[in-house]
């Protein structure tokens, strides 16, 4: 086996995979290093979303979410379950499985694209050099023509509370407990806090989330987190912003944690701790300095508009780069390197990703919010509508939340929108569709959406663009 290849990419999650693959597929000879070592103690590939993300997480939040269905909502349907239990080890060997088809289904894709998995860990020398030590130590060198970087990230670990066994843990111990926490903490309410926080407080946890920041998910619009709040307050996930936690210390009674609000110093005392303060680029050890490529403060491997890197033939993509850590924004960024590798000119519009956070409800986004229009001086028009009138929501007893559409004032495109409500994950590709095509609110308002369906409140909130939604007031607000 020749140790040249056409391309060579470093990891195989969502990013480096999909890259493979596109690579493949428009003829070059391609090789994938992957070093992940699963649970079964097999080597996989798939990376952090495939392994311990997007999809155990789901799998997870699937499961919980039918276990407080039938404890908490189903007697108003005049279904009444009596003798319900919980067995935890089978929620997680689910949960599992689905890990080991999905990754095993990469490995085979691997082969039928004659993709070659260099089973361990890679690092990038100078004159794009890959070496690779093996599982078994064996050290061997390669080398291609271009190099995709697609490293991903690891989580950040906080000096105050280091991992600790099965008790103070990151998403990835979360996505492990054979048995439900009585009293559960999370240091930081953002995506990963709302989605395990919401896992194992619907199993039965009490769970306290402490977040540093002042708003709740600074980052989504104010409207829609507002009414996320109101829900998760509702469902008893205690959430309590403006909390600076400053010291954690592991006793007898259980893990205490110290913290500041706006009244002053508290503590607070769990069993177990999840700390998802966020992630970082894995690019520790990975890049050789030699191999010129540059690497920010925060590890990031510096990229321009087209993910290419400082030195011609080498790219980064997903994770370890600027951005969302968001495993679609990884593949579609994999594709288009391996397009433009093979001589293609393909463009990705960073506007148009969604967002999705897969608590109940759901909460979906894509393009700009308010604040952000309001920061640039945009001006814009806005549609709202609430499911709360929408049947089909009614019909499945999901009827809380709402759609919010903004649109530009002047030529009308739509420029944002937001969901709180359910479905709000499938909903938002309509959205992600309008930005994409330059729609205009008037062309999703003059469409017809089937009935009963949630993208009625879809189509409402683009006719609300206009001052013209037939369910609901029409609020136009500049
Ligand atoms: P990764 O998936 O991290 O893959 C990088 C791979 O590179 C890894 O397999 C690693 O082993 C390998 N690697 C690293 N260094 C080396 C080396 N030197 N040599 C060989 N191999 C190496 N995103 C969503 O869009 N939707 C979700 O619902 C979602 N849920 C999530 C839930 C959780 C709990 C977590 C933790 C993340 C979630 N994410 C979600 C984020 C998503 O997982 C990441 O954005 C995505 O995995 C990034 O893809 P990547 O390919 O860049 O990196
Ligand atoms: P995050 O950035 O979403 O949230 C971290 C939160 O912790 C923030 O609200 C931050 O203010 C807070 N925080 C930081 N330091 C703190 C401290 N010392 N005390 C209290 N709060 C503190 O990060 P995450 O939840 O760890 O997730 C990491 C990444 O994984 C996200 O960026 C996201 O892109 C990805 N992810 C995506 C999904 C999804 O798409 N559904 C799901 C899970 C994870």
Redesign the pocket.
């Known amino acids: 086996m020749s140790n040249q290849y056409d391309v060579i990419v470093?990891?195989?999650?969502?990013?480096?995979?999909?890259a493979a693959i596109r690579c493949a597929q428009l003829g070059l000879k391609t090789a994938c290093?992957?070093?992940?070592i699963n649970k079964q103690q097999k080597p996989?590939?798939?990376?952090?979303?495939?392994?311990?993300?997007?999809?155990?997480?789901?799998a997870l939040l699937e499961s919980s979410e039918r276990y407080e269905e039938i404890t908490h909502t189903n007697a108003g349907h005049g279904i009444t379950v009596t003798g319900l239990e919980i067995d935890v080890p089978t929620m997680i060997a689910r949960k599992d499985k689905i890990v080991g088809q999905l990754t095993s289904g990469v490995a085979q894709l691997f082969q039928a694209n004659g993709i070659t998995w260099l089973q361990?860990?890679?690092?990038l020398l100078a004159n794009k050099q890959v070496e690779?030590k093996g599982h078994d130590g064996a050290v061997n060198t390669y080398s291609a023509n271009n190099i995709i970087i697609?490293?991903?990230?690891?989580?950040i670990e906080l000096p105050i509370a280091r991992w600790l066994d099965t008790r103070i843990v990151?998403?990835?111990g979360?996505?492990d407990w054979e048995a439900v926490p009585k009293r559960l903490g999370v240091i930081g309410a953002g995506?990963?806090g709302l989605?395990?926080g919401s896992v194992w407080r619907r199993l039965g946890a009490d769970v306290v989330v402490l977040e540093a920041m002042p708003d709740f998910l600074a980052a989504a619009d104010r409207d829609v987190a507002k009414a996320a709040q109101t829900q998760f307050k509702k469902q008893g996930l205690d959430i309590r912003l403006n909390s600076k936690v400053s010291k954690v210390d592991v006793t007898d009674a259980g893990i205490v944690i110290s913290y500041q609000d706006a009244e002053g110093e508290k503590t607070l005392t769990v069993d177990n701790l999840i700390v998802a303060v966020g992630?970082k680029a894995?690019?520790a050890?990975?890049i050789d300095p030699a191999s010129g490529v540059a690497v920010d403060e925060r590890g990031r491997v510096v990229v321009d508009d087209h993910c290419a890197t400082g030195v011609a033939g080498i790219y980064a993509?997903?994770?370890?780069v600027k951005g969302?850590?968001?495993?679609?924004?990884?593949?579609e960024e994999?594709v288009t390197v391996a397009e433009r590798i093979a001589g293609q000119k393909p463009h990705l519009n960073y506007d148009a990703i969604p967002?999705?956070i897969?608590t109940h409800p759901e909460i979906a986004w894509v393009g700009k919010t308010e604040q952000d229009l309001k920061a640039a001086g945009t001006e814009y028009n806005v549609g709202t509508f609430s499911f709360a009138v929408n049947g089909r929501a009614k019909a499945m007893d999901q009827d809380n939340g709402m759609i919010k559409v903004l649109a530009d004032a002047k030529t009308d495109r739509i420029l944002g929108v937001h969901i709180v409500g359910p479905m709000a994950s499938e909903l938002i590709a309509q959205g992600a569709i309008a930005i994409e095509t330059e729609s205009t609110a008037e062309d999703l308002a003059r469409m017809t959406f089937a009935h009963p369906s949630l993208s009625e409140s879809m189509h409402e909130a683009m006719l609300a663009v206009g001052g013209r939604a037939i369910h609901g007031v029409n609020r136009k607000r500049k």
């Open positions: 470093i990891g195989g999650g969502p990013g480096g995979y999909v290093v992957e070093e992940w996989a590939l798939g990376g952090t979303c495939l392994n311990v993300g997007c999809i155990p997480s789901k361990g860990r890679g690092k690779v697609a490293t991903g990230s690891v989580p990151d998403s990835t979360a996505l995506v990963i989605e395990m992630r894995n690019t050890g990975a993509i997903g994770d370890c969302p850590m968001l495993a679609h924004k990884a593949s994999g967002w999705v897969y």
